[in-house]
Structure formats: C-alpha cells, structure tokens
C-alpha cells in the first residue's frame, strides 16, 4: 500500500537534501581551516646545507592497512551471471580507489563468494575467518531476508546492491532496528509501483501477471495491482499466474492461459534467463501479436539486453522496461566517466548491479573517510543521512530504513541500430512520490 | 469454452512432450542398470549448449542437432566406461554420487566454456512458420516436438519389444545373474543402454534449444520434474513414463487456466497420493 497521509512533502526532503549538502560542505570548509598544520624541517644535503620549512597536513590512519570488503553474488546455477555483474562493480571501484591512494591510505580489497552456496555460512566465514570489516551485494531476496538478521550478531555492515524485498528495509532495519543493514539500490517500489505509473497512461484495460513464484515477483505484482487500481478504476486484472523460478523453461501454458483470460497486457518480473525465455517464447506464439504492450521492470538488465539484442521484442503500445540503474540516466558528467570507465574495463556496458555494488564501495570510503575510523557505531552514524553522488544519480540515504533514495526511470524498448537496443519515452518519478515511507503502513 | 481447453491441452501436449524427451532416457537407464542417473539433465542440457553452438558456427539446425546428439552420446559412454561400471556392483547411494559428480562438473565445465550468462535462440525459421489453431497462430516447432516424442516413444517401445537385442536387455532388466547364466554380455548390455539414454538426451536439448534457454546448472531444476514422473510411472517403466509425462504436462497446463495457484503444488500432490497408494508407482510392479 503507498502511504500518503503521512508522507512528507516534496519540499521537506528538497529541504532535508539541501540542508545535508550545504551542511557538509560548511563542515569540510570548517575541517580544512581548522586542522592543525604540522611543520616539520627537511635537511636536503647538496653542495652547500639549505633549511626547508614545508607544512604538511596532518592525515588520519586506520589500524590497518587493507580494509577487505566481502562481496555475495550468485555464481552457481542459472543466475550465475549476476554474480559477475556485481563483481565486475565492486572490481572497478576497487581498482579506482587504489590508483587513488586507497581510503585514507589502506588499500581495498575483495573477497568474493556464492551466495548461492548457502548465503548465511558465507557470510559467517567472510566475517569470522576472511576478517572482512564490510559486507556488500546479495542478488536474492530471499538471501537477503536470511542473511540480514545474522548481522547483528556478526556486527559488520552490509549493504546491499541487489536484493529487492521491501521487507528487507522495512522490517529489518526499520522495524527491528538491524542497523548494520543498508541498501543503495532501488526496491520493488521500482518493479511494482512505478510500474503502475507506466500502465497507468496506456490504453489498455486487462492486464495479466506472470510472476516468479518467491518474495520478489509476489510482492511486485501485489504493489503493481494496488498502485494501479488507486490511479485507474477501470482496469481488471485477468489472470494472475505464478512461475516456479529459476526452472521454468516453458511459458507456453502461462501464455496460453493470459490469452485465454483475455489479457491485453502483461506485467511479467520475471528476470534472467526466464526474462528472455519469456521475451522469445511470447514472440514465437504470437503472442506479440494478440496483446498491446508487456511491463517487465527487470527487462533493461544488461544480461537481458544482450542476450535479445535486436531480436528484444516491442508491442503495439510498447514494451516496457527499467532496472535498478539504466546506464544513459541521469546524463551527468559523473555517469558518462563511470560508463566509459567501465566500457574500457569490461568491453561492455554496465549492468544494474554494477553500477550499484561500485557505488556500496563509494559509500563505505565515504563513511571512513568521514569519521576517520573504522568504529561501527561511528560509520552507521556516518552513512544515515549520507547524500551520495553516485553514477545513478544524487542518492541519499533515509536514515529511518538506511534505503537509498534515488530515480530510475521506465522506457519502451526502441531498436536504434546501436550495440543494445534503447529506451525511447522515459518515464520517471521523483523517488520521493513513489517509495512508500515510515512508518510503512 | 471448448477452444480455450483445446489450447491449453495444446500447450500441455508440448510441454509432455518436453518433459518426455528427459524422463525418456532417464527411465531406461534405470529400469536397465539401475542407476539413477542424476546428471542426465545436465546431459540433456549441454546437449543444447553444443548445438548452440554448432548452428552459431554452421547455421544448419539440423546438423546441429545431430552432432549435439552424437556428441553427449560419447560423454554419457565414456561416462558409463569410466565412472559408473566400477560402482554397479556397490549400493546404489554411490552410484548417485558419481552421477552428481558428473552434474557439478557439468555445470562448471558449460560456465567455463560458454560463460555465466544463459544463453538462447531464436526458433529456425523454418520451424517457425506459424500454424493457425482457432485464432492462435503456433510455430511449426511446437507440432515437430510433439511427433518427435511419439516417435521416439515408438521407436523404444518396438526396438525393446520387437527386437532380440530388445528381449536381451529384457532379460538383463529382469534378473541379472540369470542373464549372464544365458552368456548375454550385460556389461555391454548396460554401456549400450546408457549410450542410448545419453543420446535421447542429446537429441531431446539439441531440439529443444530452439524455444528454451540453456544455463549452467539449469538441468539441477529439470532433474526433478524428470524423476518424478519417472517415480510416479514406476522407476523403469517406459510406457508408464510416456503416459505420466502426458498425465503431468497436460494437467498443469490446464491447472494454470483454472487454479494457477495450486498448479507448481500440483506434480508434488500426485506425486505423494501415488507413492501413498502405489508405491511401486502407477505402471509398476510389485
């Protein structure tokens, strides 16, 4: 349900933002001419003894040298290929932040694991026997409800790049106070709500949900019916059809059975390997032909893009897609150098997860570099309220559920004749209007 | 009314057909070596991955399938030869290991070669010309696999029970030691079999890549459907596979038109209700 009677206004967050900003910048300039210069005299022996006298400003150290980052991506089975895209992500940053000196001088490292192989004894053994002070990714949101409530007991901070429940923000951290957890990437406030923002201005009146049977596709095509039901009275929902996942192969019967109910689009979650099954399969049975437009909000993920590339499908009134960053948005000059740098790292455009774990990584530097230590209570402290410019855009971190505050936006799949193909008629929505908000009724 | 139920029979009718191309081989090798092959959907599954691949290098479909065929043929035998014919003689537990072995290695070998991502095509066009049923048009391919299963659902049943080679692997299927007191070779007996399931599973992932997709791992998810109509015939029994497939795909097609929540529980329940009241499965002996 979207919460509104106690939403704050637009102008309370535009305000909170603004206040965060000039208050940090007030705070660096206050740290820059405050700190204590140390001077100290330099011997420089030539021909002849001369005495130099240079200021040099006095740096915070952390207790060691390298801070290890713990990285949980899904690297066995048929998702296996998110994992890369969250390591391809966390590489990048890592390698970035080296070149540049490390954070605060201790050099990044990463230690990488399949969540997939059972998510909680890895991350106990990243914790207890890799040493790691940071844990960040989780692709599964099932993964992410499981691992969450563990790192309390484990006391390290884990951000997650990927995971979409809402509960993982609202119950966990929100509700039962779990403030080792934080999340830059966009929740299913993205996939089922902003979704319904799309189908709200097309014209058609029955839709038809074929969703992933777990957390992720129940909970989006829930948001997607009320949101929608709330800005159009005159929509019916057909059909509604739960796929097993990962495993479903064959969309035939689910596709016959849409059709059967009449459906005059459909609103789909479903991701990976079974976002393109579905793509190809609705393009074989002409189903492409019978229905006016397909809602699918993971359907701009980079794995997806490639894999259809010009075949990608497009109904009458559009196919409809988005992710948890598209890479041409927002047209900033700190986006174009993330995708060139990526482009020339990995030969590829970035992926949705990409983008996110190379942000979590700017977040963590972020924090230390803030508080100068690695004190727990101190980071946590440091990252509630943090605004982050980040490729995707300004995020700011809501202190109440520590999720990241961000746009993405929604497009129709256009063919341009490029390398992927595009999204034509951007829709988007200020983070502020579409994300529920404490305390989540 | 009767359109719609005639569609979704339709749709049904394909995805038996589907599942029959795995539970076929898987049945066979069973009911003859008793081994229950676990990888026989990662086999079913690089055979996709390799014709794939030949159709990207050649562009001919049907070359492709025939060397994916051939291809996982000579996997499955060598892994018979090799990993499986020494554990006959041990329990059975050790024989699934091996054969899980195989699956992991499997896996990891198609995420090696063909990369993490998954990986699909689009349906030749050939066997994409669409056939019009009662307003819906079907690509050519949906007919072509459900023949396919047919005829491989003949062609085992008569080489098993019109052939001598046929009474021979009877035989061996039946008592073992009696067929060795009759000098039948059950240890080439068992290699042929084997051979054959790797085929069918070869030639059933070479057809299939053309609509579904191939990805590390995702036999893991195929296996169990797979056994459990293979459970639900009876382990072994050829004609009872064929009817379950049937029986499974039909009845969750049209679970999804009038009760789609119950129909993921659907396969499970029967499961259960067979092993309650026919353990030995609905085609089984005793």
Redesign the interface.
């Known amino acids: 349900m979207v919460q509104t009677s106690s939403k704050p206004s637009r102008r309370t967050f535009l305000g909170t933002v603004a206040s965060g900003v000039v208050a940090f910048v007030v705070g660096a300039g206050l740290g820059w001419s405050l700190r204590s210069p140390e001077t100290r005299e330099v011997t420089i022996t030539r021909d002849r003894t001369v005495t130099v006298t240079q200021q040099v400003t006095a740096v915070k150290t952390l207790p060691k040298d390298t801070i290890k980052i713990g990285v949980l991506g899904i ?7 998110y ?2 895209l969250i390591e391809q992500g966390a590489v990048l940053a890592m390698e970035e932040i080296n070149a540049a000196g490390g954070i605060l001088g201790s050099k990044v490292s990463l230690v990488i694991r399949d969540e997939a192989a059972d998510v909680v004894k890895q991350a106990r053994e990243l914790v207890e026997a890799e040493k790691v002070d940071f844990l960040v990714g989780v692709d599964s949101s099932g993964n992410a409800m499981r691992v969450g409530p563990l790192m309390s007991e484990l006391n390290k901070i884990l951000i997650v790049t990927h995971a979409a429940t809402h509960r993982f923000t609202e119950e966990l951290v929100y509700k039962q106070k779990i403030k080792q957890l934080f999340r830059v990437s966009v929740p299913v406030y993205q996939d089922g709500i902003l979704a319904a923002y799309v189908a709200k201005d097309l014209p058609i009146k029955k839709w038809a949900g074929i969703n992933p ?1 777990y957390e992720y596709g129940r909970v989006s095509w829930q948001f997607f019916k009320e949101t929608l039901s709330k800005l159009r009275n005159d929509v019916e929902f057909v ?6 996942s ?2 479903t ?2 969309f ?6 849409a ?2 109910a009449g459906a005059e689009g459909i609103f789909t979650t479903n991701w ?2 079974e976002g ?2 579905m793509h ?2 609705m393009k ?3 189903v492409y ?2 229905i006016g437009a397909v809602i699918m909000p993971m359907g701009y993920s980079m ?1 997806v893009v ?2 259809l590339g010009h ?1 990608y499908p497009t109904a009458k009134y559009g196919t409809w897609v988005s992710g948890r960053y598209v890479w041409f948005y927002p047209n900033t000059t700190i986006n174009q150098q993330f995708v060139e740098n990526f482009r020339k790292r990995w030969n590829r455009y970035p992926a949705y997860s990409s983008e996110t774990t190379y942000t979590a990584l700017y977040m963590i530097k972020a924090a230390i570099e803030s508080t100068g230590s690695l004190d727990l209570d101190a980071l946590i402290k440091a990252m509630e309220g943090m605004t982050l410019i980040s490729p995707a855009g300004v995020r700011w971190i809501r202190p109440e559920d520590h999720q990241a505050l961000y746009d993405v936006p929604y497009g129709k799949i256009a063919h341009t004749g490029g390398e992927i193909p595009i999204l034509t008629d951007i829709v988007t929505k200020s983070a502020w209007e579409y994300y529920r908000h404490p305390p989540f009724g | 009314m009767l359109e ?1 139920l005639g ?2 029979i ?3 009718l ?2 038996s057909s ?1 599942y029959w191309l795995i539970a076929s081989g898987l049945t066979l090798i069973f009911g003859v070596t008793r081994v229950i092959n676990f990888a026989h959907a990662a086999f079913f599954v690089l055979g996709g991955y390799i014709a794939l691949t030949v159709d990207i290098l050649t562009g001919n479909f049907w070359l492709s399938v025939a060397a994916a065929t051939l291809a996982v043929g000579m996997v499955g035998t060598s892994v018979e030869r090799v990993l499986v014919k020494p554990l006959y003689k041990v329990e059975s537990l050790y024989q699934l290991l091996i054969t899980f072995a195989v699956t992991l290695i499997i ?2 070998a198609s ?1 090696l070669i063909w ?6 095509m ?2 030749p066009a050939e066997l ?1 010309l ?1 056939v019009w049923i009662a307003g ?4 050519l ?2 007919f072509i696999i459900i023949a396919t299963a047919v005829a491989v659902f003949i062609l085992l049943y008569m080489v098993l029970e019109k052939t001598f080679w046929g009474l021979k692997v009877k035989s061996t299927w039946r008592d073992v030691t009696m067929a060795q007191a009759l000098r039948i070779n059950t240890g080439r007996i068992y290699t042929t079999t084997f051979s054959i399931g790797s085929l069918l599973a070869g030639f059933g992932g070479a057809l ?1 890549v053309a ?3 191939v ?4 036999g ?3 296996i ?1 459907t797979a056994f459990i109509i293979v459970v639900i015939a009876g382990l072994g029994n050829l004609i009872g596979a064929y009817v379950s497939s049937i029986l499974i795909g039909v009845a ?2 049209l679970f ?2 009038y009760l ?2 119950f ?2 529980l659907l396969i499970f329940v029967i499961m259960a209700a067979v092993l309650l009241v026919r353990p030995w499965g609905l085609f089984g002996e005793r």
Do not use: C
Request: charged share 20%.
């Open positions: 690297r066995s089975g048929p998702w296996a290929t994992g890369t049977d059909s509604e059809q739960f796929n097993r990962p495993g192969t064959d035939s019967p689910f596709l016959s059975a059709l059967g990976a390997l393109v099954t190809r399969q074989s049975l002409g032909d019978q794995d490639y894999e075949e | 719609l569609h979704q339709l749709t049904g394909f995805r589907y896996n990891d995420k990369g993490a991502a998954s990986r699909s689009k349906i994409a669409p819906r048009s079907y690509p391919f949906f299939m609509f579904t997709p990805a590390p791992g995702l893991d998810s195929l169990i969750e097609s999804l038109l789609p929540e129909d993921i």
